[in-house]
């Protein structure tokens, strides 16, 4: 594909299509949810659960470590995009806390969802999002006007935690749950929540792309911050000590196909970016 090819979305055009695609996540119907999983047992059960675990986890670390970035943009029309991206990640945490208080728990405030998630994720996922984000988030807030640090962050969250981790896990848990027509309610907040990434994915393609082709220097910082974030994401796909019992072994879905998908669609984004995957290596 020639650089002509490539149709990126600016923040502009990713901020009208926000306007047309708003949602609510109290508007979604759970009953048929909630029936199912009171039945459910077994691999099923310990399945949804474990992703529910690490999605709620994972929705309240990337609202609450965001904010750094709105602070960190480069013209208006950027700023106006974030704004709906940090709004997009809070409803993301409503719709899978509302799936706690009204399907898997009891009503509750949405930290004792997550500290209660918290004792079903990995150390693998704990070091992505207790430490690498953070960190990387704390480092955007010090230094907004870094370029090198908004790198290092918009890598961290919408090329690896985003469009790796996130779609990966998406991808192969609603492939499951359709094929046995489980949770509905669930599949389709999720699928309104994976639309709304493919837009933060959209602006985080952009902006490195640009940033890398202004300043080229700023691919080695991209680089370094996959060499320390590929590790911990491919534990986190696949949780070696787990076996069956958690993780994508109790959706049928082997190693290599994850890994195929994970890394194809990075793949992808790197060549666009103009940081292929192979220079890692060099
Ligand atoms: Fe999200
Ligand atoms: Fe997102």
């Known amino acids: 594909m020639s650089d002509h090819d490539i149709q990126l979305n600016d923040p502009q055009t990713l901020y009208r299509r926000w306007e047309e695609s708003q949602w609510s996540p109290f508007l979604i119907d759970l009953d048929r949810d909630r029936e199912q999983w009171a039945a459910m047992s077994g ?3 310990d399945l949804i659960f474990y992703v529910l675990s690490s999605l709620m986890v994972a929705e309240e ?5 965001f904010s750094g970035l709105v602070g960190a943009h480069g013209s208006e029309e ?18 899978y ?13 949405i930290a004792a969802h997550v500290e209660r998630a918290r004792e079903n994720v990995s150390d693998a996922f704990r070091h992505i999002f207790d430490e690498q984000l953070v960190q990387a988030h704390e480092q955007l807030l010090a230094e907004p006007a870094n370029l090198a640090t908004k790198v290092r962050f918009v890598t961290i969250y919408h ?21 046995e027509q489980l949770l509905p309610g669930f599949v389709e907040g999720y699928s309104k929540i994976h639309h709304d990434e493919t837009r933060h994915i959209g602006y ?8 890398v082709k202004a300043m080229p220097e700023t691919a080695e910082v991209l680089r370094q911050a996959l060499r320390d974030l590929l590790p911990s994401v491919a534990a986190s796909l696949a949780p070696p000590d787990t076996g069956s019992d958690h993780g994508f072994g109790a959706i049928g879905a082997t190693t290599e196909a994850i890994r195929e ?5 990075l793949t992808r984004r790197l060549d666009i970016i103009g940081v292929p995957l192979a220079s890692l290596q060099g």
Do not use: Y
Request: charged residues 25%.
């Open 61 to 65: 670390r990337i609202t609450t470590k």
């Open 159 to 179: 090329l690896i935690l985003e469009g790796t981790l996130g779609l990966t896990t998406f991808k192969f848990t609603t492939d499951h749950l359709s094929a």
């Open 78 to 95: 950027e700023a106006t995009f974030l704004s709906t991206q940090q709004v997009d990640e809070a409803r993301h945490m409503q719709f």
């Open 261 to 265: 998908f994970a890394l194809g669609g």
């Open 43 to 45: 691999e099923d059960r």
């Open 97 to 109: 806390a509302r799936f706690q208080d009204e399907v898997v728990a009891a009503p509750d405030l």
């Open 204 to 211: 985080g393609v952009w902006f490195l792309r640009e940033t």
